[in-house]
């Protein structure tokens, strides 16, 4: 079963190569999360070795790069007539969609790493502890992972492109948005559950809190079930 994901996961990885879209979406989430860390937290006036506000721009930038890495995942598939041929292939549901997923954790693996330089470069200036700035990264996977599987999700029961992307891209704006409203205190607890910057707070103070751990993989495990779903009872269609 691995390797049937990894062969659908290559398919998806090819086709991303020759789209420039996935170069514009990578430039675009590097400048954001720098431009974020230098010039509006301003880093060196801040006088403290410290590298979580450089993380604390990577939930809101997940709110617009990953709803265009998966919009076409299942909504081109429709679209091109594609999704029929899948339909004839000898792969299980869950085979495609976890096909689909790994490509899209794959790339934004690829733009983790492309934003490397920034703390590497820093480490020359200042004392960090390496062990919090991995526990970071751990926490941003984790986060886009669960926002991977709601993009996928949306794709699945999207018609278009356009419609995948503004339901995701809506939905993770919420998720961004709840935890910074001022409300009562049963209605805080609750937004704060399924809030993702809520959950991702432990991991830039250098924290691997196994709640938020299981949040994200759940809340990834969910959607992408659900996604098998639509597949099951949606024919392909």
């Avoid at 990953?66 to 292939?89: C, D, F, H």
Wanted: aromatic share 18%; with cysteine; glycine share 6%.
């Amino acid at each position: 079963m691995p390797g049937r994901i990894l062969v659908l996961a290559r398919k998806e990885i090819r086709s991303w190569v020759y789209a420039p879209v996935l170069y514009c979406i990578t430039v675009f989430f590097i400048l954001f999360v720098s431009i974020w860390f230098f010039y509006f937290r301003r880093f060196f006036s801040m006088n403290t070795a410290t590298l979580r506000p450089f993380f604390e721009a990577f939930p809101p930038a997940f709110i617009p790069v990953i709803p265009i890495l998966t919009m076409k995942a299942w909504a081109e598939e429709k679209r091109s007539g594609s999704i029929e041929l899948l339909a004839t292939l000898p792969f299980t549901e869950w085979e495609l969609v976890l096909g689909k997923f790994v490509s899209c954790f794959f790339l934004l693996f690829i733009m983790m790493i492309l934003t490397l330089p920034v703390p590497l470069t820093l480490l020359l200036v200042g004392h960090f502890d390496f062990r919090i700035i991995i526990t970071e990264y751990i926490g941003s996977l984790l986060l886009g992972s669960s926002a991977i599987a709601i993009g996928l999700f949306f794709s699945s029961v999207s018609k278009t492109q356009a419609a995948s992307f503004l339901g995701s891209a809506s939905v993770l704006l919420v998720m961004n948005l709840v935890y910074k409203l001022d409300m009562p205190q049963g209605l805080a607890v609750f937004f704060n559950f399924i809030s993702l910057p809520f959950h991702f707070e432990s991991f830039s103070r250098g924290i691997l809190d196994s709640r938020d751990i299981a949040f994200f993989l759940l809340t990834a495990s969910g959607f992408l079930f659900l996604n098998t779903r639509v597949l099951i009872f949606g024919k392909y269609s």
